[in-house]
């Protein structure tokens, strides 16, 4: 077995997946580069930074605006992005308390 640090899941990240991580994952949804269903729980740095290229190609076809997006993915995004941020601050996430403390 790898002593490699392996990702715990967006589902069990800090913050309730506020995370740089998490959002990668929440992206690559958006774009269906992984199902919904995939947690990415187990993957180590190096998957992780591939699905990172692969939304972040995705991306540059809409100039890295969600303006741009297509109704579709617009919809998809903001369904997948309002649902994260519930979930995050019904576990207690708040987002004005990170910017206190930047």
């Given at each position: 077995m790898?002593?490699?640090?392996?990702?715990?899941?967006?589902?069990?990240?800090?913050?309730?997946?506020?995370?740089?991580?998490?959002?990668?994952?929440?992206?690559?949804?958006?774009?269906?580069?992984?199902?919904?269903t995939?947690?990415?729980?187990?993957?180590?740095?190096?998957?992780?930074?591939?699905?990172?290229?692969?939304?972040?190609?995705?991306w540059?076809?809409?100039?890295?605006?969600v303006?741009?997006?297509?109704?579709?993915?617009?919809?998809?995004?903001?369904?997948?992005?309002?649902?994260?941020?519930a979930?995050?601050r019904?576990?207690?996430?708040?987002?004005?308390?990170?910017i206190?403390?930047?």
């Open positions: 790898s002593d490699q640090k392996r990702y715990v899941g967006i589902d069990k990240d800090i913050n309730g997946g506020m995370t740089d991580t998490a959002k990668i994952i929440r992206d690559a949804w958006v774009f269906g580069i992984i199902p919904e995939e947690t990415c729980a187990g993957w180590n740095a190096a998957g992780i930074e591939t699905l990172w290229e692969k939304v972040n190609a995705e540059g076809r809409y100039g890295f605006r303006a741009a997006l297509p109704p579709e993915l617009r919809e998809r995004f903001e369904r997948i992005q309002s649902g994260a941020v979930t995050a019904a576990g207690g996430w708040d987002p004005d308390r990170e206190a403390e930047d």
